[in-house]
T-cell receptor, first 114, second 111 residues
Framework: DARVTQTPRHKVTEMGQEVTMRCQPI?????VFWYRQTMMQGLELLAY????????DSGMPKDRFSAEMPDATLATLKIQPSEPRDSAVYFC????????????FGPGTRLTVL | GQQLNQSPQSMFIQEGEDVSMNCTSS?????WLWYKQEPGEGPVLLIA?????ELTSNGRLTAQFGITRKDSFLNISASIPSDVGIYFC???????????FGQGTRLTINP
């Protein structure tokens, strides 16, 4: 049963600390997306990759967020330094094609910044 | 930018009732997707629609791609407690590199 996996599932940290979230896309999928979900804003697209190359990260605060794909099996989202307003659930999703129209989500990382 | 208006925002129904929700857009989409999200989990793809007028079922769920390409509907028949969750629509248009998501419909079922 192929699934997107994310670690950690929960993270509590203090303001100013670095946070790293990891995602393993479904094997064979060539598109990877990072989303943030909050009650107020719903699902927001932060960044996405195709064949490991970043295509758009306009949804991310550039000064503190960074997203990378070191290899085809790992995507990372880093926040440095973290702030309380970053508290949210962060989802990774992967897709099997370059049409971006089917995306399969991971279980998410619930981040709380105190 | 493109936006999706999903309604209703929330629904409170009795077990066994049918459910209807919809999404409308000011612009045309070529793909409509419906997701369900349960507490503590990510959205799960329920149904994908690729053609105007298409009607697709997945068990008790039926979704339709509107003829105008600007709307889509999801119906759930004979609701059961495990249908509880948040349902999201998402649209994709040719050439776009991302999905546009609705704000979600939160479904609560009274046993």
């Amino acid at each position: 049963d192929a699934r997107v996996t994310q670690t950690p599932r929960h993270k509590v940290t203090e303001m100013g600390q670095e946070v790293t979230m990891r995602c393993q896309p479904i094997l064979g999928h060539n598109t990877v997306f990072w989303y943030r979900q909050t009650m107020m804003q719903g699902l927001e697209l932060l960044a996405y990759f195709r064949n490991r190359a970043p295509l758009d990260d306009s949804g991310m605060p550039k000064d503190r967020f960074s997203a990378e794909m070191p290899d085809a099996t790992l995507a990372t989202l880093k926040i440095q330094p973290s702030e309380p307003r970053d508290s949210a659930v962060y989802f990774c999703a992967s897709g099997p094609n370059s049409n971006y129209n089917e995306q399969f989500f991971g279980p998410g990382t619930r981040l709380t910044v105190l | 930018g493109q936006q999706l208006n999903q309604s209703p925002q929330s629904m409170f129904i009795q077990e066994g009732e049918d459910v209807s929700m919809n999404c409308t857009s000011s612009s045309i989409f070529n793909t409509w997707l419906w997701y369900k999200q349960e507490p503590g989990e990510g959205p799960v793809l329920l149904i994908a629609l690729y053609k105007a007028g298409e009607l697709t079922s997945n068990g008790r769920l039926t979704a339709q791609f509107g003829i105008t390409r600007k709307d889509s509907f999801l119906n759930i028949s004979a609701s059961i407690p495990s249908d509880v969750g948040i349902y999201f629509c998402a649209g994709h248009s040719w050439g776009a590199q991302k999905l546009v998501f609705g704000q979600g419909t939160r479904l609560t079922i009274n046993p």
